[in-house]
């Protein structure tokens, strides 16, 4: 029998099957379709992370079914290159370096029987070199596309590449070789946008405008190799062009008008420099006082040449390679205040230069994500269009954005938070989104509200008889409390970078081994059970699992009472269980650990009015969980069970079908350690007094 079935690549495969194994390849074959179409659909809802895991997917169903070197593998692996090149350059703007560097490999691998694709993916390895200060390796990938797209009958945005090496060639200092390549592109941009009529200008202002940035680069060398007078007309040819198709109003007319500015200033300074060295060689008698004259106008000349030559330089040739320029980085006339004023939008218009953007890379403009109607994701609650619009653009301390804030939510709809904080600031800095989310997660939270702190087990209210009680194992099955902590000035596992989690787990793995506690701290890197502390999907989708397992390790105590996991979510959960049943003894031994670590000088991240920081918001507050394991088949099963849970603030979590329960403590915030304590031992003794009292009346 023959099947068609169709994808992202547009793939019609023929296959005959054989009818012994007919239904197992047809059933394959449906599910490759669905996988196909579930990538689309991310794409249309702008989920591109999601889309890629999809895509992923389905090469590797492509590579079994229709074989590694058939013609649909390779179009199938061109589609997941320009995927992984597409989010490359989104993380790079999040300056998520890890992430970037790992998309281009895999797109290097992907794209080497396409190109065009592998000229891209050159172009965008070089702008990640260039952000990182490798400006040989920037260079080396550079030349590599060049080479490519020389054998190339068409390539697209072909001036981006020579724009491109004008910016790497210019730090380097090479800049007769920085204007070559600027005028090639010059010529390529003129005939691509006027050669071609089929398209009219106004239809191509992203490319008007990389036009107008060739004049303004070919300005700037001009201006570093001294042809002042050429210089000045290059950046006035820009600007003409910009007023002319872009407007006089328009980002890039004003940023380049400024630089024309600033170059007709550099100009008037070389002009006098020579009329007073004219005049120096025509005064004899006066040749020791004007020596001493033009000396000084020389040093100022230089100081003031060079200093707006480096500030016209950094703006365009950062704008042209990263795509993410500044007009700020420009501001070199008196007409700052209407620059500001257009910062933004010339920053936007910027990015139209960004290196070779496919037909998939337009569709990322941003936009308020799309979720499913059946998501219940507290992101899709309270991520309305005013908020989207009003977080767009800003960052935390750790240049942590909302792309990268709500990126879990993203890729996973069906999660029921969806935002992982990349640092303290985040929650400050994203305060319109968070501050909702924190308050349907801790129902207690009160806005200014100071978050009491006191984890003192001598405050506590522990009868004797309802202790003894609880220990006896027959009722009281298991306590378990644990808490998490950040440690102040360390950015959080969805943003701390792989050299600063490394520092960060020798300082905790010290601390740890000298708490005071009979245990091992060891590192997961090389552990065969290192997977079992890895996060979920939802913290893999938010970065917590980067560099995996590399900087993570564990702590556990001699007697396996004290467990820790450092930087595997969070910086630090500290677990205590305690099989007995005795509450206050697993609680103090929690206290005793936290103290031995503050005593090793560790602070940790805190707010007054949120309590302790953390990349979860629902580990706010105390950030502590304490979990009783209970027998309650006849209590369970009482109509006021869930009523007399609330009189505590407790919550349960049915672990059998015996009546074994988990009880645990509803709040962490709004409430002290003490008191959470206190709230979870008053509530199982009360259950297990009428667990046993129902038992004597049954028997």
């Not at 065009?116 to 260039?130: D, K, P, S």
């Not at 910027?350 to 290196?355: A, F, G, H, L, P």
């Not at 219940?376 to 909302?402: A, P």
């Not at 962490?668 to 008053?682: A, P, R, Y």
Request: with cysteine; charged share 25%; hydrophobic share 40%.
């Amino acid at each position: 029998m023959w099947i068609a079935t169709g994808g992202t690549c547009g793939i019609v495969a023929r296959v005959q099957m054989d009818a012994s194994d007919g239904g197992n390849q047809n059933s394959e074959l449906l599910a490759l379709q669905r996988i196909d179409e579930a990538s689309t659909q991310l794409q249309q809802q702008g989920n591109y992370l999601g889309a890629l895991e999809c895509m992923e997917r389905g090469l590797v169903l492509r590579q079994h079914f229709f074989g590694a070197e058939s013609d649909e593998v390779w179009r199938a692996c061109k589609s997941v290159g320009e995927m992984c090149n597409l989010l490359a350059m989104t993380y790079l703007q999040q300056q998520d370096f890890d992430m970037v560097l790992e998309l281009l490999k895999k797109a290097e691998i992907l794209t080497e029987r396409d190109d065009a694709g592998r000229a891209v993916t050159f172009n965008n390895l070089a702008c990640y070199f260039r952000r990182q200060g490798k400006l040989n390796a920037a260079l080396t990938n550079l030349q590599k596309a060049l080479k490519i797209e020389a054998r190339l009958k068409k390539v697209d945005n072909s001036a981006d590449t020579h724009l491109n090496m004008c910016a790497v060639l210019s730090q380097l200092g090479h800049h007769q070789a920085a204007l070559e390549h600027a005028q090639s592109a010059l010529i390529l941009m003129q005939e691509e946008l006027f050669t071609d009529q089929t398209q009219p200008i106004s239809q191509k202002l992203d490319r008007v405008a990389v036009l107008s940035i060739a004049y303004h680069n070919i300005g700037v060398e001009q201006e570093f190799l001294k042809k002042y007078s050429a210089s000045l007309g290059s950046y006035r040819k820009g600007v003409e062009v910009a007023e002319q198709h872009l407007g006089a109003k328009h980002g890039i007319t004003i940023t380049l008008k400024n630089s024309m500015i600033a170059a007709k200033k550099a100009l008037a300074i070389h002009q006098q420099k020579q009329k007073l060295s004219s005049v120096n060689r025509k005064g004899k008698g006066t040749r020791k006082s004007m020596k001493t004259r033009t000396t000084r106008n020389k040093d100022m000349n230089q100081s003031s040449s060079i200093s707006l030559l480096q500030q016209s330089q950094s703006s365009m040739m950062q704008s042209t390679m990263e795509q993410t320029a500044s007009a700020s980085t420009m501001r070199t006339t008196v007409n700052q205040r209407e620059e500001d004023e257009v910062g933004k939008e010339a920053e936007e218009e910027m990015e139209m230069v960004r290196t070779k953007p496919s037909a998939s890379a337009k569709q990322a403009a941003p936009a308020a994500p799309q979720f499913p109607a059946n998501s219940s994701c507290l992101v899709k609650k309270h991520l309305s269009s005013s908020v989207f619009s009003s977080l767009q653009g800003i960052s935390s301390s750790s240049g942590f954005d909302l792309t990268a804030l709500i990126r879990s939510a993203t890729a996973h709809p069906e999660s029921g938070v969806g935002v992982f904080a990349g640092d303290a600031d985040c929650y400050k800095t994203f305060a319109p989104l968070m501050r909702p989310i924190v308050q349907d997660i801790h129902s207690n939270f009160t806005a200014g509200q100071k978050q009491p702190i006191s984890l003192d087990i001598n405050k506590l209210d522990i009868p004797k008889a309802a202790k003894g009680l609880m220990v006896d194992g027959d009722i009281v099955r298991r306590v378990i409390v644990s808490t998490s902590r950040s440690v102040e000035g360390y950015a959080f596992s969805p943003a701390i970078s792989q050299d600063k989690r490394v520092e960060l787990e020798g300082k905790l793995g010290a601390a740890l081994n000298g708490a005071g506690l009979d245990g091992t701290y060891a590192s997961l890197v090389g552990n065969s059970s290192a997977s079992a502390f890895r996060g979920d999907k939802y913290a893999d989708a938010a970065g917590c699992n980067r560099e995996w397992p590399e900087g993570r390790g564990v702590f556990k105590s001699a007697d396996g009472k004290v467990a820790a996991e450092v930087n595997c979510v969070e910086h630090l959960v500290i677990t205590c269980d305690e099989p007995s049943g005795d509450i206050p003894a697993a609680v103090e031994r929690l206290a005793n650990t936290l103290e031995g670590l503050k005593a090793s000088g560790l602070k940790f991240a805190f707010d007054d009015e949120l309590g302790f920081l953390c990349c979860r918001p629902a580990d706010l507050g105390t950030a502590l969980q304490l979990a009783v394991q209970m027998s309650l088949p006849a209590v369970s099963k009482e109509p006021s069970f869930a009523e007399l849970l609330d009189n505590y603030d407790l919550a349960a979590t049915k672990v059998d079908d015996q009546g074994t329960y988990e009880i645990r403590n509803k709040h962490c915030m709004g409430i002290s350690e003490t008191k959470l304590v206190q709230n979870v031992f008053d509530g199982v003794s009360f259950f297990a007094t009428i667990e046993l009292q129902q038992r004597d009346d049954a028997a």
